[in-house]
């Protein structure tokens, strides 16, 4: 299994002066595996990377490359190539040159150099523009020289520092298609940083959640947005909404949890670690409303759905969706995002102040708790098969 | 109509750089070029005579002049780059807060008068000065050892009062390089020497080029330098002392106007094949 490890971080810590900008900071990446870094401006990401990269030194801890220790290695004898933020592209050399530069200080002979090159600008779909300057570029074709330039020399893990963070959102979406696509094709171990959780989502196999210089969660995409394990996972990830409450039951599959206004909701039994507090969240699109008719008396909660009663304060419709804004009767919030399956538009969308009653799957409930938020400091790691 | 005035338009942006040119590098030169073809004397007066014979006689006479002026001026130039260029580079790279109070040392001496300067200069290198005189009284110098006076004692004269020259064209030029490019080339391998010869000089050279444009056009018609440091020796004497002593203490106006007119034609000679040599092409970048 350590074999299979690309990059180990082992309790790496990079201080400023007074800033710790990554905090005792553990993970292991896996071999071909695109993994993320996302997280808010200043949480250490680009630090992080430039400590593998070799660009800046650690303060404590041990990084590995593979099995070796890399720790006090200077870039150019580091296995690792970087596609920086601004491409950094050499505005003296022309395209063949800047994608050749590696391979040329490693002395590869001129022909398998001009092979290789060609290749890698068909990889990328720059063929031909060989002899033009970086000047002559558009940003979207800098960015695929970069990368180019980087992934020519097969190193074992590439490093990519929000590489898409300067074109336009329809060539990032065009972008972000292509580099996965070349990912898969070269199989070399990805490690991108960025701040967008679409981003992140789309590409990635595993996303460290990062914050203040330390993993708050780290997981698949699915994970993180299906059990997000803290309020901020929670919150980065998309809309969430979170309800406090006190588990008041356990089967072998879900606890109860009773809330704020004397509902009882269940939750899967595997998220909750023993603790009497907890809170609960449910993402807006796993939610169904179902308007209560007067006098009809209540329904009771059929086939074991969580259900949860409160009026409209706020309907707009948004074209596939509507999104309802509904509010409990202990006075809380929701968000709902109701699919415009059968209704024909914004007139059918329930009125405000109409009551109604929000029904969802327990098993889509996730649980934040309530110790892990006072004590941010531990990270949660959400593994495949973990308990 | 419209397409006439469109050719016109280039021309007429060129006016005020090339009605400078004209005004003071075409018309002066062209006076000198006239002064230098008149006969006579400073008593009888001076003819225009169309006397080219003038040229190849002060040539026959005078081409070792040209040859060692040029020779102080290559040698200074490279001097002044290979200590102006650590200056510029740390002060670019590593000078942080201090970036403009290194600079303003760096044309400090600026202040003071350029004669004044060497002067001060073959105070403290003459041969029982601060320096040599310490040294010898110390035992660690030969008594008949002397400095001034010498072509080294030009050489390095004419490096101390054209350094700054150097320096700030150097200084704006690494100043403007991404220090990310040289992250970039030593990800992509390159050592650190690898990646200062391949990036930051390659990408610094305009700035060479200017510095070294800027040091060896005024070495190279220097004559202070030659008359203060070298202590009017004429075996260090350069163009500028010769055509200087023509004009002033000889009155010989043709002969001083036609050795004005060959240095100033062989420097402008020298930079064409210069700039093309490095390549123009380069410098845009
Ligand atoms: N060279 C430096 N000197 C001092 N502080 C630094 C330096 N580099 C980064 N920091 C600090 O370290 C922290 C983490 O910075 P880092 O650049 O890693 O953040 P980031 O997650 O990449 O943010 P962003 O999304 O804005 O790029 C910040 O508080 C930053 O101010
Ligand atoms: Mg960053």
Known sequence: MPSSIDVRLDRVTKRFHEVVAVDDLSVDVEQGEFFSMLGPSGCGKTTTLRMIGGFEETTAGTIYLGEADVTGLPPFKRDVNTVFQNYALFPHLSVRENVAFGLRRKKVDNAEIDRRVVAMLELVEMPGYESRKPSQLSGGQQQRVALARALINHPKVLLLDEPLGA????????????????????????????????????????IAVMRAGRIEQLGSPEELYERPRTEFVAGFLGVSNLLGGSVVGRDDSFVSVRIADGTVLRAPAELVNGSATVRIGVRPEKLRVTPIVEGAGPTPADG???????????????????????????????????QNLETGGAAEALADGHPVRLTWQPQHTFVISVTTLDDGRTPVQTEEGAP | MRSLRRGLAPLLLLLPGGGWLVVFFVVPMAFMLLISLQ?????TGYQLTWNFGIYPQVIGQYWELY???TSFAVATTLLTLAVGYPVAYTIAFH???????????????????????????RMILSDNGMVFGTLKDAGLLDQNFHFLATPASVIFGLTY??????????YVAIEKIDRRLIEAATDLYASRAQAFWRVTFLLSLPGVVAGSLLTFIPSVGDFITAEVIGAGNPQ???????????????????????LAFVLVAGVMLLVSVYTRLVGSDRLAG
């Open chain 2, 95 to 121: 000078g942080g807060r201090l970036k403009n109070a290194l600079l303003l040392l760096v044309v400090l001496p600026f202040f003071v008068s350029f004669v004044i300067r060497t002067l001060n200069w």
């Open chain 1, 167 to 206: 074109l336009d959102l329809k060539l990032r979406k065009q972008m972000q298609i292509e580099l996965k696509r070349i990912q898969t094709e070269v199989g070399i171990t990805f490690i991108y940083v960025t701040h967008d959780q679409e981003e992140a989502m789309t590409m990635s196999d595993r």
């Open chain 2, 67 to 69: 040859v060692r002026s």
């Open chain 2, 236 to 258: 260090v004497f350069m163009v500028g002392n010769i055509i200087q002593r023509k004009f002033l203490d000889s009155l010989d106006y043709p002969a001083a106007a036609a």
């Open chain 2, 161 to 170: 009062n054209f350094l700054p020259f150097m320096i700030l064209p150097l």
């Open chain 1, 304 to 338: 074991g759905l969580n259900a949860l009663d409160g009026t409209i304060l706020d309907a707009s419709y948004i074209g596939v969706s509507t999104q309802y804004l509904v509010k409990t009767r202990d006075g809380h919030r929701l968000t709902v995002y109701a």
């Open chain 2, 39 to 43: 006969e006579g004397t400073f008593d």
